[in-house]
């Protein structure tokens, strides 16, 4: 189960880190342009990253939430959890190919 724990901490985490320069460049282009839709980009990604920042938090420094995720947890549980944050990574580093291309 403590892989299951790692894989998605890791996940949030490569999340996170792609949301930032999502958020960054998508800024930058408001910024710039001032369209609705870099804004409505940059309103989801800043909403998608706080709760990605919620979900490393209680993963990593929540101390109940953490000992309740990493043992209490049943493992159909974390194949689900595992299974959403692989696959929005996957979306979002499709995204990120996209905007920084």
Known sequence: ??????AAQVAVGINVLLLLGLCWVWGQNYAQLRS???LGMLV???LLLAENG???YYYLVDPTLSAWFSTSVPDPAWHAMLLF????TLALAFLAWVTFD
């Open 1 to 6: 189960m403590s892989t299951l724990v790692t």
């Open 36 to 38: 609705k839709h870099t």
């Open 44 to 46: 989801f990604a800043v």
């Open 54 to 56: 919620f979900s490393l």
């Open 85 to 88: 944050h692989v696959l929005e």
